[in-house]
C-alpha cells in the first residue's frame, strides 16, 4: 500500500430503498487511529461495520464520519396515540360535569399535542436490511475517496521529504568537506591551545597536559556523527520508497537527525561547522514538522 497523508476529505451521496444519503468523512493528523461517528437514528447498526472498514484501510489518523439521511418517496403515517386519547376524553368527560361547555370537536381533540403523531412507516427487517446495505455500499465509495486522496497527499509530501533528505545530506557532506576538519588543521588547533596553556608559566603536569590534548583531539573529530547521519539518510530514503505506515519511524530518525546534529554543534571549534550545524536543524525541524501528517 503506498505512503498516505494522514489528512483528507471525501464526500459521496446516493439512493437507498426509502431515501436519500449522504456520507463526509474527514480525517487529520493523530497519533493512532480514532474514529468518530454521527450516525441519525435508526442507523446505529452500520457503526460496527463502518468501524470495521475504516480499520482496514488506515492505520493512523483522526477521522470523523458522518451520515446525514432524508426520507423520500415513503408517505408519512398519522397514528393516534391511545394512552393520551383516553386521557382527554376522560378528562373531557370529567370536566363536563362541572361545568356548562360546549363538547370538543374531533379536530379540536387532534389538535391536543400528543394525540395525533406523525412519523415515518416502520420497515420490515428484509427492507431494513436492504437499505443499510445500500447506504454501506456508499460508504465503501467515500472510504475509498478518503483513502485516495490520502494516497496523492502522501505522494506530494513523499517528494518534499526527499528533497529535504537531499539538503541534510549536502549539509551532511559539507560538515565532512570542511577544512577545519583536515588533519592539519586540528594539529595546528591543537597546538596552539597548548602552546596558550604553556605561556601562561603555570606549572603543568604533563600526565595533565597529555589528557588535555586528548581530550581536544577528541572533540575536535565529528568522523562518527557524520558517519550516523549519512546512515539515517539512507535509512529515511529506504522508508520513503516503502509502503505505508512509515511515519512513526520517519519521526525517530528525525529525531536521531537532530541528536547527531546537536553533537555536532557542541563538539565544533569553527564557526563554520558551527554555521552549517545550525542550518541543519532548521532542515530538520522543517522535515520533521511534515513527518507529523504522514500516516
Known sequence: ??????????????????????????????????????????????????????????TRGNVQVALSVNATGAAVEAVINEAALEAVIGLVSRLGKRID?????????????????FRDPELSDADRAERDGAVLDGFATALAKLQSMRISEGGALTRVLGKQIDRIEALTLAVEADPSRTTDAIRARLAEQVKALLDTGAPVDRDRLHMEAALIATKADLREEIDRLKAHVEAARELLSGDSGTGRRLDFIAQEFNRETNTICSKSNAASVTAIGLDLKVLIDQFREQVQNLE
Not at 439512493?15 to 436519500?20: I, L, Y
Not at 474514529?35 to 446505529?44: D, K, S
Open 1 to 58: 500500500m503506498a505512503i498516505q497523508s494522514m489528512t483528507g476529505f471525501a464526500r459521496h451521496e446516493g439512493d437507498a430503498p426509502g431515501c436519500r444519503y449522504v456520507w463526509e468523512l474527514r480525517s487529520v493528523n493523530g497519533k493512532g487511529l480514532d474514529v468518530r461517528l454521527r450516525l441519525p437514528a435508526g442507523f446505529e447498526a452500520l457503526e460496527q461495520p463502518v468501524r470495521k472498514a475504516v480499520a482496514g484501510v488506515l
Open 101 to 117: 361547555a360546549r363538547k370538543p370537536t374531533l379536530d379540536g381533540i387532534l389538535n391536543i399535542r400528543g394525540v395525533l403523531e
